[in-house]
């Protein structure tokens, strides 16, 4: 049971949402952008989506500049 | 010059349409490589108008100060190719409707300022238009380091990325690494629009 963060392998967590994974990984900045398997998730569902075991998420995170 | 490839690149690029927000450090540049590459058609948005402190960075030239950028990019576009194809639209983008000037774009270039005004384009195109591959910029602020930049894919959402960068509201914004990006962006369009190179 894992999933892979960024290309990493991290334990799987039962019922764990995408809040609680950004808490877990120490992703700290505030604006970012998530996918689950290629889905964006969208940042008002970051509390109530629950990540499924063997997904792949991918967070990049975005820096004022252009 | 291999010039069979160059005439079938120029074939395929005159039919394409990228879509550009912001017209920036990033947008304005990119547009321009773009354009240069001879991609047909360019949609530009921008609200802002020409500032001094932008000519260190921007497309722009010294008496277009005061004047809107979307504007200006379309003329000084039209003085390398008066045949290039402009659709400027002064326009602050809204949340939740963002993806709307875009709808015919074969590829979209995110080149905003804001690091909370990207992640909403972001979201707002990878929702209403998933089939449309976007090239987002995150980390510009700086100057060296060129090896750290790379392209992040997540699927078809591309982010020329910096992850050690600063904010630039804590760094400085220099042609260079801005150009940089914005040529990467730019390049990576390319390739979305031709298939890879081989």
């Known amino acids: 049971m894992s999933i892979i963060v960024n290309g990493k392998e991290v334990e799987y967590k039962n019922n764990e949402s995408v809040s609680d994974l950004l808490k877990r990984m120490h992703y700290t900045f505030p604006l970012i952008v998530v996918k689950i398997n290629g889905l964006l998730i969208k940042k008002n569902l970051y509390a109530t989506s629950i990540v499924p075991d063997d997904s792949d998420i991918q967070v990049v995170h975005m820096i004022s500049g252009g | ?198």
């Open chain 2, 1 to 198: 010059m291999n010039e069979t490839k160059q005439k079938r690149i120029q074939e395929t690029l005159q039919s394409k349409t990228v879509g550009i927000a912001g017209a920036g450090g990033l947008g304005s540049n990119a547009a321009i490589a773009l354009v240069r590459a001879g991609v047909g058609k360019i949609i530009i948005v921008d609200f802002d108008v020409v500032e001094q402190s932008n000519l260190s960075r921007q497309y722009y030239f010294l008496d277009q100060i005061g004047a809107k950028k979307v504007f200006t990019l379309k003329k000084n576009i039209h003085r390398i190719y008066p045949n290039t194809q402009v659709e400027a639209i002064e326009l602050t983008l809204e949340k939740g409707r963002m993806h709307e000037p875009f709808l015919s774009s074969d590829v979209i270039i995110e080149a905003l300022d804001d690091a909370q005004t990207k992640t909403n384009f972001i979201e707002d195109i990878q929702v209403h238009l998933p089939n449309t591959p976007l090239v987002a910029a995150s980390g510009v602020a700086g100057y060296g380091h060129s090896d750290r930049i790379e392209t992040k894919r997540l699927d078809n959402l591309y982010i020329c990325y910096d992850e050690q960068a600063e904010s630039s509201e804590n760094d400085v914004l220099l042609a260079p690494k801005v150009c940089l990006m914005a040529n990467w962006q730019a390049n990576i369009a390319l390739e979305l629009l031709l298939g890879e190179d081989e």
